[in-house]
């Protein structure tokens, strides 16, 4: 997969955590923002399917009725 450089301004602060949360986990800052952007663009998918569950499973008596099944 081709890489793109990607520049961004933070604070001291949050540069100094990148630093040492990369480090500790004995990784490039680089790939520690990357593993961090791929986390959560899976957990907004992981949340999705988890609501959509959640809506289903409280509805499901509802469109079993419409489709003429009742289910307990």
């Known amino acids: 997969m081709a890489k793109t450089q990607l520049n961004v301004r933070v604070d001291e602060g949050t540069a100094r955590a990148a630093r040492e949360r990369a480090s500790a986990r004995g990784m490039s800052v680089n790939r520690y ?4 952007v791929r986390q959560d ?5 992981h949340t999705f399917v988890e609501a959509a569950a959640d809506f289903m ?5 509802v469109f079993a009725e419409e489709a003429g099944e009742t289910r307990r």
């Open 33 to 36: 923002i990357e593993e961090l």
């Open 41 to 45: 663009t899976g957990e907004a998918g």
């Open 57 to 61: 499973k409280r509805y499901e008596q």
